[in-house]
């Protein structure tokens, strides 16, 4: 799922409900080359950064 899809799936829930806490889990696949480890490590760290600006525009 693309980041702007799942961002507009969550503003639904975050704007119609009461919702008590957030939980997306999607850790990098583990076994891989080194290289793509680290690339998808660094994917992960800037998702995670823009799902946190996101969701903190909702709930602080």
């Known amino acids: 799922m693309s ?3 799942l961002e507009r799936l969550l503003s639904h829930f975050l704007e119609n ?3 008590l806490g957030i ?5 990098c ?8 480890y680290l690339q998808a490590e660094e994917l992960n760290e800037e ?3 823009k799902l946190f ?3 903190s ?3 602080l």
């Open 3 to 5: 980041l702007p899809m």
């Open 17 to 19: 409900g009461n919702i």
């Open 23 to 27: 939980d997306i889990c999607g850790e």
């Open 29 to 36: 696949q583990q076994g891989i080359p080194l290289p793509e």
């Open 47 to 49: 998702t995670n950064q």
């Open 53 to 55: 600006e996101f969701l």
């Open 57 to 59: 525009h909702y709930i």
